[in-house]
């Protein structure tokens, strides 16, 4: 124990913006995974973390009480969907997403830049922004980088993301891919020209670069160069190859500051998660544990389980012996809900009841992954936690994903190695 005491001490460093302090509490010696504290404007956040996706200013499956009540202290909000709707002036009126939601931690906004990936046939990319048709209505909007760093002051998000050029990674056009890279700086300059309360509100950038590790490693220069309190890495998730990937995120992490938080945007799936945590990367966003539970699926430590499954139909066990969440804890324990397999399954097909308590599981299992990620780096056994996550989903050792393998190697972890 003491010796863990004396290496986070000396490991300790921090600093600070206007409206956000970032300590470093813990390093892995063998990886670039990293244990740190972020403060924001509505309290602290203990990093690795996941972010659950609140889009529309609400979870879907989950009270703002029940979020609160995994651990979740950071989740997402979509700028351009709240920009639709309720829209700015109400968020004006109401003071802000967190009164309107009912949250009481932080938020962080997402620019409305993945829409010209997601949106792309109502999309159209000009210098001076992106023009949308609403898929509401089919009425046009312009978002501008201006335009969007005032919505995102409307919304009062602790995080706020600059505006940028998306392109999905595979994209052929090299040309088009610079474009993206350099036009996403040139924005960063305008969202933070006019970015009203930096004393209150983080600006994170951007890196861009599609899947060329050099056009990354500009992007990486320029941006750093700009000085915002924390930094993305954007574009993944695109349909790329996960060699490809951890590649990219690997070579900006190399790239950027120790002391700012590092968001890699989009990522959601287990392995993804503790592979980029190794790779250096801090913060993760993405809706498919959410998702995935209103199909009927829990995520687990044994991998997913889709409880539509009749073999579900008389199994009394919790839908993961162990787990912390309320559906999985013994009846008796504090918040215990006493929820079976058998239950889920019988509601999975025809009641949203079922939705809402596998959300309610999945993302505990993912806020917790990382508290053990977390408490792992701490603790210096951070090689020996990831070795125990793969053998759990591969308990063969025989299948696991090369490209997995090949990262993990790259940062000192031989996984091949029981």
């Not at 499956?61 to 997402?76: D, I, M, N, S, V």
């Not at 909007?141 to 335009?147: D, F, I, K, R």
């Not at 970015?195 to 050099?214: A, V």
């Amino acid at each position: 124990m003491w010796a863990t005491a004396r290496r986070m001490a000396s490991t300790t460093r921090s600093a600070s913006s206007a409206a956000l302090t970032f300590e470093l509490v813990g390093k892995c010696s063998t990886t670039r995974a990293r244990a740190s504290i972020l403060t924001l404007p509505h309290g602290q956040v203990n990093l690795p973390i996941f972010m659950p996706v609140a889009t529309q200013a609400s979870l879907k499956g989950l009270t703002p009480e029940q979020l609160e009540a995994t651990g979740c202290r950071l989740c997402l909000n979509n700028t351009y969907h709240l920009g639709l709707k309720p829209g700015q002036e109400v968020l004006d009126a109401v003071g802000g997403a967190h009164k309107f939601q009912g949250w009481n931690h932080n938020l962080l906004t997402d620019s409305g830049g993945f829409q010209m990936v997601s949106l792309l046939k109502l999309a159209n990319v000009t210098e001076e922004g992106v023009r949308f048709l609403s898929p509401h209505d089919g009425s046009p909007m312009l978002l501008t980088p201006e335009h969007s760093m005032s919505l995102q002051n409307s919304i009062g998000s602790d995080i706020m993301m600059q505006l940028d050029d998306v392109l999905v990674t595979t994209h052929p056009d090299k040309a088009r891919m610079r474009e993206a890279m350099e036009r996403s700086v040139r924005w960063l300059d305008r969202c933070i020209a006019a970015h009203k309360y930096p004393e209150r509100q983080n600006l994170f950038c951007i890196i861009q670069g599609g899947l060329d590790l050099e056009m990354r490693r500009e992007c990486c220069r320029e941006m750093v160069a700009r000085d915002t309190p924390g930094i993305a890495i954007g574009g993944l998730s695109g349909g790329e190859a996960k060699d490809d990937f951890c590649k990219v995120v690997a070579t900006c992490t190399e790239q950027l500051p120790e002391l700012k938080p590092r968001y890699v945007m989009g990522i959601g799936y287990p392995e993804d998660l503790v592979v980029s945590v190794a790779l250096g990367a801090d913060m993760f966003d993405c809706v498919w544990p959410t998702r995935t539970a209103r199909f009927g699926n829990a995520i687990t430590k044994h991998g997913v389980l889709n409880m539509k499954r009749e073999m579900y139909a008389a199994d009394f066990g919790p839908i993961e012996e162990g787990c912390g969440c309320q559906c999985c804890r013994p009846v008796g324990q504090e918040g215990s809900l006493g929820i079976t397999r058998a239950f889920i399954h019988h509601n999975a097909a025809k009641e949203t009841v079922a939705a809402h308590l596998l959300t309610l599981h999945n993302v505990w299992y993912q806020l917790d992954l990382m508290r053990q990620a977390r408490e792992a780096i701490i603790a210096d056994q951070f090689p020996a936690f990831v070795k125990k996550f793969f053998v759990g989903l591969y308990p063969d050792g025989q299948s696991y994903p090369s490209w997995a393998v090949n990262a993990l190697r790259g940062v000192g972890i031989e996984l091949l190695e029981r």
